[in-house]
């Protein structure tokens, strides 16, 4: 049974990998890194099909050590014990070289048990993930790595490559293929710059085109039927994920709706609806606040029709939220006072109440003498001035009022009653 095309068509040499030039363009620095022939404990992270394990391969093809390859996800401690006994073999006495795919399944105990021979230099480790490793991988082992990014790869890089693909298939196969002119471009938009998801999806092409007069016929239809949905990028435990929401976030804070409208769609196309709709509601309150209050209100509406109606509906109250947060003032006044607060309730010795306004009861025998409370609503305004901080606390200002139109206002009734 012959490989998938993805797998023959994996380049050979750094030169040939699709994208990535900030990695391997001409002096980049991994590419001398690698041409020094001294390759040091590395982790390359990234999205899938974006060149980790073919770079790691060409490594390791090149390296002149013994090479084993483990998968995170089957790889146990007596696979790596394995690979472990081979440093003290004739075969490994120019190294070993461990090539570990999907680092994050493996648990703690298992990436410790590879600490010690990466530490002495027996073991070389090119591990590859998908995940932040900042989150997934052991401390000591990510301490002991040089981590590269490898980023999704633009379509226009994508397309040279999905063109080698039906070059190749027609010279496997003997056939002459016609090919529309856009169906190269349209595989390597949909992909979402994962090449080889976009070579995956050129070989079904193939095999599902019109065959008449001796020609493979290949039209935009069929390109467009099979590459379906797949150019947008989302794991709703990974990156991308929170990526998307805090693009959402900061598109909305910046009152930007158009980019708030995107970021909302690629949940929504996703069917995150319940993430969506959380972070607007949060956008409500810490973002615009106290600018525009009945914000809280029109979103938790909104929300609640969403989370009624359902797909497909429910992009249409969620859009309305989107755009009303987008194009509403802002002020983060209330959030930044009550993080003020928690940091003296977390970190400061503050005191009691102050005798005023404690609870009537406290007196262990029900007399109120000594309690000197003042109503405000006996007084002018209903407002009358006494202590309501703690003594540590007394002159403590936590909340500032912010610039807009509510918010003075409140600070010129605040005023009016003050200075009576």
């Known amino acids: 049974m012959a490989a998938p095309l993805a797998d023959r068509i994996r380049p050979n040499n750094i030169d040939e990998i699709v994208g990535q030039q900030h990695l391997f ?11 020094s022939g001294n ?6 992270y990234g999205p899938p099909g974006v060149g980790k394990t073919t770079v790691a391969r060409i490594i390791a093809e090149n390296a002149g050590m013994k090479l084993h390859k483990l998968n995170g996800t089957s790889a146990g401690i007596a696979d790596i014990k394995e690979v472990i006994s081979d440093t003290n073999t004739l075969a490994g ?32 480790l090119i591990a590859s993930t998908t995940e932040n490793p900042y989150f997934y991988v052991y401390g000591a082992i990510l301490s002991r790595c040089a981590v590269f990014e490898f980023k999704a790869v633009s379509a226009e890089d994508v397309i040279p490559a999905c063109e080698r693909a039906f070059d190749i298939l027609a010279s496997e196969s003997g056939e002459q293929l016609d090919i529309d002119k856009d169906v190269c471009r349209h595989i390597a938009m949909s992909c979402g710059g994962d090449v080889r998801k976009s070579v995956s999806v050129c070989e079904l092409c193939f095999l599902a085109a019109q065959r008449r007069d001796g020609k493979a016929r290949i039209d935009l239809d069929i ?4 590459a379906q949905r797949s150019n947008m990028r989302y794991d709703r435990d990974g990156d991308e994920h929170y990526d998307t929401l805090s693009g959402l ?7 930007d709706e158009n980019a708030a409208l995107y970021y909302a769609a690629r949940l929504i196309e996703a069917g995150d609806i319940i993430s969506l709709s959380r972070r607007l509601l949060v956008i409500a309150s810490e973002d615009i606040g106290l600018a525009y209050p009945m914000a809280a209100v029109i979103v938790k509406s909104c929300v609640d029709s969403a989370l009624q109606l359902g797909l497909p509906e429910a992009r249409i109250p969620l859009a309305q939220a989107v755009v009303l947060l987008a194009t509403s003032p802002k002020s983060n006044s209330a959030y930044l006072a009550m993080d003020a607060a928690l940091s003296d309730v977390r970190e400061r010795d503050c005191g009691t109440f102050p005798r005023a306004i404690q ?15 003042l109503y405000p609503h006996d007084y002018p305004n209903h407002y009358v001035r006494q202590q309501y901080l703690p003594d540590a606390l007394k002159d403590r200002v936590y909340y500032e009022f912010g610039d807009n139109k509510t918010e003075q206002a409140a600070l010129a009734y ?3 009653i003050t200075e009576t």
Do not use: C
């Open 359 to 373: 609870n009537n009861h406290t007196d262990s025998d029900g007399d109120k003498k000594g309690q000197n409370y």
């Open 414 to 416: 605040r005023r009016k």
């Open 25 to 35: 363009g001409k002096g980049k620095y991994l590419r001398r890194i690698i041409e």
């Open 249 to 255: 976030q900061k598109s909305i804070r910046g009152s």
């Open 39 to 44: 390759i040091p404990n590395m982790i390359f």
């Open 223 to 226: 390109a467009k039927a099979l």
């Open 93 to 124: 006495i120019n190294g070993v070289l461990l090539y570990l795919d999907e680092i994050q399944y493996l648990n703690k105990k298992q990436q410790q048990s590879l600490l010690e021979y990466i530490e002495n230099g027996s073991i070389t």
